[in-house]
C-alpha cells in the first residue's frame, strides 16, 4: 500500500497525550464531587482521546481550555465528548490508483466539542475541527459543505504527507448522548516527502457510543 494511503488510514484517530491530564483525572475522581477545580486555559494537555476536567474541552492545539458558556444551546451537550466506533466502515481512494475499504472499531473515535455560538467542532481528519450546525430538531448536526483543512501525518516508513481536506458532506446524530450515527465525505489533495502528489477521497459512515 502507497505511503500515503497509509497515512490517510489511521490519520482519523488522535494521537496519544496527556500525562498530566491522567495525573489531574485521577485526583479529581479522588476528590468530593462538589470540588471545582480551575486551571489557566493551555496548562493542562488532552488526554489520548480528547479527556479533559469537567467544564473544559479539548482544543485545536491538544490542550484544555474552559467550555465556552453564555447562550449556547444547551441541546449540544448531548454532542460533546468523545465518541468511538462500534461498527463502520471507512473507503478511501486516491488519484493513483490506490484504493482501500476496511472496518472502523473501537480504536477509532470522533471527539466533539463546543463551537462558537450555537456551533459544534468535530474533530475527525481534521484538528482544529469541522463546524457542525445544530438542526431544528436538535438530535443532528450537519457541517456546512467546502470547509477546509489541512492535515499532516508522518508515518512508521517516516514519509510525511501533507493534505488539504475539504469536507463535502458530514451530519453527526444523537437522539440521547449515548449512542450515535455519523456519515461524512472529505477529499482533497496531498503532497508527501517522497515526491508523491495527488487527490485522495474518503467516505465514511457508523454507529458509535459515548466513552
Partial sequence: MRAHLRSVRTSGRVAPAGLALAVVLGLLADASCSYSPSFANGLLQCGDQGQCPKGYSCGADNTCSKSSGGSSDPALDAFVGTWS?????????????????????????????????????????????????????????????????????????????????????????????LAATTTGRISGPFTASNNATGTCDIMFNGALTKN
Avoid: H
Avoid at 472502523?104 to 482544529?128: E, H, K, P
Avoid at 508522518?154 to 469536507?167: E, V
Fill in 85 to 177: 466506533f462500534a461498527s463502520g466502515t471507512e473507503s478511501v481512494s486516491c488519484s493513483d490508483g490506490s484504493s482501500d475499504s476496511f472496518a472502523l472499531d473501537a480504536t477509532d473515535f470522533i471527539v466533539l466539542d463546543r463551537g462558537s455560538g450555537n456551533n459544534l467542532l468535530l474533530r475527525y481528519f481534521c484538528d482544529s475541527g469541522w463546524t457542525m450546525t445544530l438542526g431544528s430538531n436538535k438530535s443532528m448536526a450537519s457541517a456546512p459543505s467546502n470547509q477546509n483543512c489541512p492535515w499532516s501525518f508522518t508515518d512508521s516508513s517516516n514519509i510525511t504527507t501533507n493534505y488539504t481536506w475539504s469536507n463535502k458532506s458530514m451530519t453527526f446524530s444523537t437522539l440521547d448522548g
